[in-house]
């Protein structure tokens, strides 16, 4: 079983940064896509940034989040900088290891292995 777990999470106030990680627990590789996804109460999960080959990133974040691998500790990092309030919720990473980003990376039913998510929370 392929587990996945999430760290760096926190409280921080506007423009500030933090870093988030992701582990997964099954060897990676750089085609390996993993994704992160935010998602406040009540509503939907929303897609944040995925990583393959390429990184890609929403429309939200762009220019403020950018991904990173490494692969020797089979973990990616989510560097967020310039946060705001709306950025706020629980952030969670997903999986499937041997598996690219070719296909539909922003819809969570790509992603088999889930961690249990880190909550990040910004505040004005």
């Known amino acids: 079983q392929v587990q996945v777990l999430e760290s760096g999470g926190g409280s921080i106030q506007a423009g500030g940064s933090l870093r988030l990680a992701c582990t997964v627990s099954?060897?990676?590789?750089?085609?390996?896509?993993v994704g992160w996804f935010r998602q406040v109460d009540g509503k939907e999960r929303e897609w944040v940034a995925s990583?393959?080959?390429?990184?890609y990133s929403a429309d939200s974040v762009k220019y403020r989040f950018t991904l990173s691998r490494d692969a020797a500790k089979n973990t990616v990092y989510l560097q967020m900088n310039s946060l705001k309030p709306e950025d706020s919720g629980v952030y969670s990473c997903?999986?499937?290891?041997?598996?690219?980003?070719?296909?539909?990376?922003?819809?969570?039913?790509?992603?088999?292995?889930w961690g249990q998510g880190t909550q990040v929370t910004v505040s004005s």
């Open positions: 997903a999986t499937d290891p041997g598996r690219s980003c070719l296909g539909d990376y922003r819809n969570p039913f790509f992603y088999p292995f």
């Open positions: 099954s060897v990676t590789n750089s085609r390996n896509c």
């Open positions: 990583i393959g080959v390429i990184t």
